[in-house]
């Protein structure tokens, strides 16, 4: 089946215990990005990445990092993390960037920072 | 930045009732989308509608575009309570690097 697996489901942690949110795509699909939903703001994009390698901040990179050495793979790393991102987070992936192509979403991430 | 704004932001209906949501956008598109979210899970592609399309069938949605008014509506026909959800429009960001979502029209079906 083709999806988008992110791990884990549920986290509480604690402020600035290092976590990472893992995603993977079974599609070959050449672009993954990460999103952040909070109530009244919507989803915003935090960082993307167009193929291997090539990676590039969205509009609120800041306290979260990312990597893709493989195609199939795109964690998202949180160094530091603090209250404010507590959030709902959802990696995507689509064939290509852009609004010629659906994008396929994970089931989400919901994050707690206490 | 470009973005969809959906209206109504919520909605309630009856089961077998039709379901009208609208987005606007502010600047030019190539495509436009509708995703789906039930309650707190990840965003489902329903439909793509280009912009030399006016309109375009998905099953019970029905999906049309007026590019002069910088404007979509999602229509979902004959509502069941599985379509209770949230509906939001997308499009593209300015740098092609990203979809833009509007805040979500939230659709309540009861039976």
């Known amino acids: 089946e083709a999806q988008v697996t992110q791990n884990p489901r549920y986290l509480i942690t604690v402020t600035g215990k290092k976590l990472t949110v893992t995603c993977s795509q079974n599609?070959?699909?050449?672009?993954m990005s990460w999103y952040r939903q909070d109530p009244g703001l919507g989803l915003r994009q935090i960082y993307y990445s167009m193929n291997v390698e090539v990676t590039d901040k969205g509009d609120v990179p800041e306290g979260y990092k990312v990597s893709r050495k493989e195609k199939r793979n795109f964690p998202l790393i949180l160094e530091s993390p603090s209250p404010n991102q507590t959030s709902l987070y959802f990696c995507a992936s689509s064939l290509r960037a852009g609004a010629n192509y659906g994008y396929t979403f994970g089931s989400g991430t919901r994050l707690t920072v206490v | 930045s470009q973005q969809g704004e959906e209206d109504p932001q919520a909605l309630s209906i009856q089961e077998g009732e039709n379901a009208t949501m609208n987005c606007s956008y502010k600047?030019?598109?190539?495509?436009l989308q509708w995703y789906r979210q039930n309650s707190g899970r990840g965003l489902v592609h329903l439909i793509l509608?280009?912009?030399?399309?006016r309109e375009k069938h998905s099953g019970r949605l029905r999906v049309t575009l007026d590019t002069s008014k910088k404007s979509s509506s999602l229509l979902i026909t004959a509502s069941r309570a599985a379509d209770t959800a949230s509906y939001f429009c997308?499009?593209?960001?300015?740098?092609?690097?990203?979809?833009?979502f509007g805040k979500g029209t939230t659709l309540s079906v009861s039976s």
């Open positions: 509608i280009r912009s030399n399309e």
């Open positions: 997308a499009t593209d960001n300015q740098a092609g690097t990203a979809l833009i």
């Open positions: 599609m070959n699909h050449e672009y």
């Open positions: 600047t030019s598109i190539n495509n």
